[in-house]
């Protein structure tokens, strides 16, 4: 396998194709663990040229009529969707998700573009009267400047347009660096937002396996402003700490270790056909993806029966092969990371109904795993398992099912299948995540708030808030 023609393998600074000052790193085929091409390895060099880049367009970029930064973001969309299938290509190549995965993954992806098009004519302020009635309180919103976003590889397109969209929406330049596995569609999407107008310097992308140094080095350039970042709740928390130094804005999308919460009163194909959405989407390797099936003791084996013979059922094979429906692990170290948590669990007292143990040979591949019998404490019920793992827990009832799911640290997303309505409403609202499926096993939607609560994030993406998050306020005390 290679990597298309006239895919870009180059940095994106200040409009122009440049290599790193540091050298260069590989990008390996997760079906294979062949290479697909070398890109180059940002220096610290190389980040002050795109933060001076950035910079220096950032004046030029808030200034530009909304109307106009929204026609950009429209253009991008376009383009995305016109080039639906080379960039659903190039992700299953680089990233290993299906074919059908990633053709999904890119009309979600574009439309951040499309709904942030339709935001950015849309930034207000507020006029109000002081409680006193001695003044009024005007309120302007600008955008917060140079923005820094740092983006994982699962949906290596879909989380930097959930940043980018907002970003150039609300009128910020930005430095954009993806995850080391999957710089490739990030580098085609500098490449779309150059062609669609995006003048030169607002966007940035930096590539690197080296990714500590290079943030250090941008969050403690004063011109950087923001720091949005996309991955694991670990990372998530030494940024924290570092982007305190400058008390730098900070939206962070963490990890999940989401509950999928079946009541006895649920319709069970449904609640199967929802639970293969909700873990199997991405070969299981979404923060939203169901880690911890909770099933009401009634139907717990029904339940695992029927999702154990649909997970079981699914061709695995290369992402890039038009009959893959589960593709290969990321990387070597997530298929032993998976196999760790599973046979700690095993050894724990669970039964793998389907799978249980990694593929040998060339790639890196992880079965379709179904566990019963999971002990409510074992490694895979409270750390997230970034792949295609289903651990069945059996509940007593619905105070049952809130303890469970609401004992972890994470707060991402939770489902909830019931017959009733209102029953699962109420156990919606107890819930201690950030979003939730009711007889739904898909949440992401670009016009709806995503994000977690507990150690799962801060802020959201999407919907109307998620410009919020590129946006300050001003306000003035005045009168007339
Ligand atoms: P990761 O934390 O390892 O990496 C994410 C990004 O941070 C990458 O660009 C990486 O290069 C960079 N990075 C890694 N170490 C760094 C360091 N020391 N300093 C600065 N930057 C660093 O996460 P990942 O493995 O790419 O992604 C998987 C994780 O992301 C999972 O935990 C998943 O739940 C989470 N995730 C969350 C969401 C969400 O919206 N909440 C979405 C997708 C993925």
Do not use: H
């Amino acid at each position: 396998m290679s990597v298309p023609e006239g895919t870009p393998t180059q940095q994106f600074i200040g409009g122009k194709w440049v290599d790193g000052s540091a050298g260069t790193f590989d990008v390996l085929d997760p079906s294979t663990g062949e290479v697909l091409c070398a890109v180059p390895r940002a220096g610290v060099d190389d980040v002050r040229r795109a933060v001076d880049a950035a910079a220096d367009a950032q004046a030029g970029w808030a200034a530009l009529a909304p109307r106009e930064r929204s026609e950009i973001l429209r253009g991008a969309f376009e383009l995305m969707i016109e080039r639906t299938e080379q960039l659903a290509y190039l992700m299953s190549l680089e990233m290993g998700k299906s074919l059908t995965d990633a053709r999904g993954e890119v009309v979600y992806a574009a439309e951040f573009f499309r709904w942030y098009a339709e935001e950015a004519v849309r930034v207000g302020g507020e006029v109000r009267m002081a409680p006193s009635g001695a003044n009024r309180i005007l309120t302007f919103r600008k955008p917060v400047g140079v923005c820094l976003l740092l983006t994982p590889w699962n949906f290596p397109a879909a989380m930097a347009t959930r940043k980018i969209g907002p970003a150039l929406a609300a009128g910020c330049a930005f430095v954009l660096k993806p995850a080391e596995d999957t710089p490739l569609t990030a580098l085609v999407l500098a490449q779309i937002l150059a062609e669609a107008g995006a003048p030169d310097g607002v966007v940035n992308v930096l590539t690197s396996d080296k990714p500590g140094e290079l943030v250090e080095a941008a969050l403690g350039d004063d011109r950087v402003r923001k720091l949005s970042f996309t991955g694991s709740t670990g990372v998530g928390r030494a940024l924290l700490k570092q982007a305190a130094d400058r008390v730098v804005n900070s939206s962070m999308e963490l990890g999940g270790n989401d509950p999928f919460i079946v009541l006895d009163d649920a319709d069970l194909d449904a609640a199967v056909d929802g639970a293969m959405l909700a873990k199997m989407r991405n070969g299981g390797q979404a923060c939203t993806a169901a880690n911890r099936f909770l099933v009401a003791e009634s139907v717990a084996d029904e339940f695992a029966a029927k999702l154990a013979d649909r997970m079981g059922a699914l061709t695995m094979g290369p992402g890039t092969s038009p009959d893959t429906e589960i593709g290969p692990m990321i990387n070597r170290k997530a298929v032993d990371g998976i196999a760790d948590k599973v046979s700690r669990t095993v050894d724990a007292g669970a039964k793998a109904v389907i799978g249980g143990s990694a593929v040998e040979g060339a790639g890196f591949f992880y079965p379709p795993t179904v566990l019963t019998g999971v002990p409510r404490d074992s490694a895979v019920a409270v750390e997230e398992v970034f792949g295609p793992v289903a651990p069945i827990i059996t509940i007593r009832d619905d105070e049952d099912a809130l303890a469970i799911a609401n004992s972890s640290e994470f707060g991402l997303t939770g489902y909830v299948y019931t017959g009733d309505l209102a029953r699962g409403l109420r156990v919606c609202e107890r819930l201690e995540v950030g979003m939730v499926g009711l007889n739904r096993g898909l949440v992401s939607d670009p016009a709806a708030p995503f994000g977690g609560v507990k150690q799962s994030g801060l802020g959201r993406e999407g919907g109307f808030e998620g410009i919020d998050e590129y946006l300050e306020t001003t306000y003035v005390a005045t009168n007339w």
